[in-house]
């Protein structure tokens, strides 16, 4: 038996249609994508406390991997691979700390339902200050991109050290 979300006679009505997203969609959109981030952190923490102390920040902790995986501390079986995962991550990860950190507001722009996060932490003048503008039809899209790379992140593996009969004691 074929089960669809919805009938087929209401998807094809809605095609072309712009996508209505209200202001709770945008809040768990918003606590997914801090909930993904939390994911890699915790990926992060378990590569590095394989030899050293975790750093506090998310943005410290990817760069200290790329740090020790540069010294031959931790390794990879495919180092390029981690390096370029989270390359493709840190974009995520930035967008992260600045959602987390800002007011969520949800307007009609152009008949367009648009999630706008402004950074609290801005001490400029308001008509200066950092907006980030995502219309409803693009959430897809970005938590797309989001958990695609959370996944291809976090499915790396260290490989384990070998430890001389002096270490680890």
Do not use: Y
């Amino acid at each position: 038996m074929n089960v669809v979300a919805h009938p087929v006679a209401e998807t094809l009505a809605t095609l072309g249609q712009p996508k209505v997203l209200n202001i709770e969609q945008a809040h768990i959109f918003r606590s997914k994508v801090i909930g993904k981030c939390a994911a890699v952190e915790s990926w992060l923490t378990e590569q590095i406390s394989i030899v050293e102390k975790p750093e506090m920040m998310l943005s410290q902790k990817m760069e200290q991997l790329k740090k020790l995986t540069s010294q031959g501390k931790v390794a990879f079986k495919h180092p390029q691979k981690l390096q370029d995962r989270l390359q493709t991550f840190r974009q995520f990860s930035d967008f992260r700390s600045e959602i987390a950190h800002s007011e969520m507001t949800l307007s009609l722009l152009d008949g367009v339902a648009t999630i706008i996060f402004e950074n609290a932490n801005q001490t400029c003048p308001k008509m200066l200050r950092k907006r980030i503008l995502i219309a409803a039809d693009e959430v897809d899209e970005l938590w797309k991109g989001i958990n695609s790379a959370v996944q291809a992140l976090i499915t790396l593996k260290a490989i384990s050290p070998t430890l001389s009969p002096t270490q680890g004691k």
